[in-house]
């Protein structure tokens, strides 16, 4: 029995200014990525909310991505600095959970990093697969149960 | 005022004018060797002696430091004033033979030879005075001065050792009348490329003949003024007045509705590549140095020289210096391969040298630039298609001595040559400027990998920011020509004046709004506010956002413990049903 590869479900929060216009450079540069990673445009990494990340897991997700704009580099002048604490604070939230901290990751990519939000994708991807996928409820129906 | 004749013309001249200004300016000459109008008079040499009547008094005055007064009748060719003249010039011949001025005076008194010894044949000097005045009236240093007396009287430094107060200013040489003053280099080269610098080397100059406004100004690092408190030159000889020392540069504050950037680029440092050699051996020069050796106006007036003066018989351009190469710039600099074909193109009219063009791809992408680069085919100019590796003096054969010798690999042969040649130009590529980052900060913009701020869209805006009323002209924003500099300069003018002749701002209905019925007032979001958009209404006791501040980043949304803050068109459930639709599993 050869059973196909896990292919991970991954939720990713692009920054409109930053991440957002990076993919489209990767889009229009014709550089091919994981297409595991769906992408949710926001205005900015502070817009997001913990809640959506919650809610990302609970739907079945089994990595969320947050990507903004490299530090000093915020349209907004400070949202990713918010980013990147509520990141943090995330990550221990989600620990109790039971949910690793190798699925929850934040980058920084800016609108010229086309290339880098390849490798980002990718090496998220090849991540939560090793990882397999996010069992919430203990008896491996955690995807779309 | 003062009335007086001379030679016989009356004139009328303010008080405490000199005879030799009243001259002057009725239009009469009065020769003289150690006058100049920024100067203290000397009386010197002694030349401009006339003969003054005034008061039943009649004597021989010398007309530069002689002040004319009501009444006096002035002869400037009387048998009397000239045969004082033609001695004191004889006696100036006797002294210095060699000079030019003196001689021609001589002539035209119609003296052959001086009857007195004749001294050092070779001599110049005058002992006019001039340049001792220059270093002290207007240089301020008194760096050189009379020495001794009588017959030994030399103008020198003090003890005739090297001075310590001189500045290196060579006012002293520009003074002097006779050349008897030279400026050498140290080593006695001819100095020609090391004086390529681009424009004027005055200290009160026009920045460049195109400059707006077309004024000058002082450059305080180089202008004597403002090193010794002296000279004040270009004051006295400005009719009008308009040169203030006091001025300081101001800061000024203007608020604008857009911004256009057009900061430009600089051209890339050859000494980044060692093996171009530029900087360690002469006749290797940038774009920019060969532009302004060229350019009539230039060092050489025109003339396309060598560093010591010869012509040379081959020269050689080198394409691609920092562009289209990965250890420097990947990207293509776009305008250099243009230039490029004009210097080869000058060269072939200026001079009879061989002209060697070392390129990788010739990129003539513009109008007419592809039947200009078949023209210079036919001129002859030797294009040899691969990149140079290195220009070196080091001689293998005894052709190649004394010459720069190119060393590439020629990709259509398929085979390294050596080519020597006399002159090299490197094709300098385009950068951005130094504080291309401090702007991109000051801004807030992007830039894009190849570090030239990036345009909002590549084709749907590409004059735009990503900051609103923010727009780009020219090389900031990638390297360009001049015909699309000027287009897309003018595209972001109009998009500025789009904005200025709306009169009024359209904003992105993304902003957020706080329910005043679920808001508790606890202003976490006040103090998140990057932009100080919400405010607390007091009476209320709930906060309140300011449309038109607010930028719609939605960080107080994310924030707001009590979900009263919601986004515009980024609604918390609206980006739920994102996630659900996302996470939907496949059918």
Known sequence: MNPEPFEPRLVGFLCNWCSYTGADLAGTARLAYAPNVRIIRVMCSGRVDPQFVLKAFKEGADGVLISGCHPGDCHYQEGNYKALRRHRLLLRVLEQFGIEKERFRLEWVSASEGPKFQQVCNDFTAQVRKLGPLNLDGNGGGRHA | MANLTIDGRPIEIEDGATILQAARQAGLTIPTLCHHPVLEPYAACRVCMVEASFKGKNELVTACNTVAQSGMEILTSSERALKARRLNVEMLLARAPAAEPVRRLAEELGIDHPRFPVGDPEEKCILCGLCVRACEQIVGASAISFLDRGTERVVSTPFGEESEACIGCTACAYFCPTGAITVEDAHGRTVLHDEMVLGPATAIRVPSRQAVPMVPFIDKEACIHFKTGACQVCAKVCDRGAVDYAQEDKVREVEVGSIILATG??????????????????????????????????????????????????????????????????????????????????????????????????????????????????????????????????????????????????????????????????????????????????????????????????????????????????????????????????????????????????LEPITAVIDDTLCSGCRICIGLCPFTAIALDKEKGISVVNDALCKGCGTCVAACPSGASYQKHFRDEQIFAEIEGLLQPET
């Open chain 2, 265 to 506: 680029f600089e051209t890339f440092d050859p000494r980044r590549i060692p093996a171009y050699g530029y900087g360690r051996y002469p006749n290797i020069l940038t774009a920019m140095e060969f532009e302004r050796l060229v350019n009539a106006s230039g060092p050489t007036g025109g003339k396309v020289l060598l560093a010591d003066g010869g012509e040379p018989r081959a020269v050689g351009i080198i394409h691609c210096v920092g562009s289209r190469d990965e250890n420097y710039h990947e990207y293509c600099s776009r305008v250099c391969c243009m230039y490029s074909l004009k210097f080869a193109h000058l060269l072939k009219e200026k001079t009879k040298a061989a002209i060697y063009d070392f390129y990788i791809d010739m990129r003539c992408f513009g109008k007419g630039y592809e039947e200009f680069y078949h023209r210079l085919l036919k001129e002859g100019t030797h294009f040899i298609r691969g990149r140079v590796s290195e220009i070196t003096p080091l001689a293998l054969t005894e052709k190649e001595e004394g010459k720069l010798i190119i060393r590439v690999e020629d990709t259509l042969l398929g085979a390294v040559r050596r080519i020597p040649v006399d002159m090299a130009i490197l094709a300098v590529g385009l950068e951005p400027g130094l504080d291309h980052n401090r702007l991109a900060k000051t801004f807030n913009i992007s830039c894009s990998q190849d570090t030239f701020f990036l345009e909002r869209h590549p084709k749907l805006a590409p004059v735009a920011s990503f900051s609103d009323g923010i727009f780009l002209a020219g090389t900031c924003q990638g390297p360009k020509d001049i015909p699309d500099t000027v287009a897309q300069a003018g595209a972001a003018a109009a998009e500025a004046l789009a904005l200025a002749d709306l009169g009024h701002v359209e």
